[in-house]
């Protein structure tokens, strides 16, 4: 199975951009979705965005909806996560995951059998 790095976090004031990256080893193209996830301190893992590989097709938690954009390069070895005017409750440990066995689009956790170490996001109001 491949291996993912995230990258891209910082701190923002509310409002602000930030562009995360994730890198693999290898091709996703071999897994069915790959996505990003956050975890704020005290809460669970929380699915935020989700892409079909096969056909770049974003999914998204309503509450980044016209926020953040989820993409996949040409290769299939980068995802991105471009997150726009940005809140404090965005405020999370951000992780990208990969998933080669649920089929349905899904953003539970616990589909996502391939993942990164995380990268923290922290916005100020």
């Known amino acids: 199975q491949v291996q993912l790095v995230e990258s891209g976090g910082g701190s923002v004031q509310a409002g602000g951009s930030l ?3 994730c890198g693999s080893s290898g091709d996703l193209s071999s897994y069915k979705f790959v996505g990003w996830f956050r975890q704020a301190p005290g809460k669970g893992r929380e699915g935020v965005a989700t892409i079909r590989t096969a056909e770049s097709r974003s999914y998204y ?65």
Not at 74 to 94: F, V
């Open 61 to 125: 938690i309503a509450s980044v909806k016209g926020r953040f954009t989820a993409s996949l390069d040409m290769d299939k070895i980068t995802l991105y996560l471009q997150m726009n005017s940005l809140k404090p409750e965005d405020t999370a440990m951000y992780y990208c995951a990969a998933n080669d066995r649920v089929k349905g689009i899904s953003l539970a956790p616990e589909d996502y059998n391939v993942w990164g170490q995380g990268t923290q996001v922290t916005v100020s109001s």
């Open 19 to 21: 562009r995360l990256s």
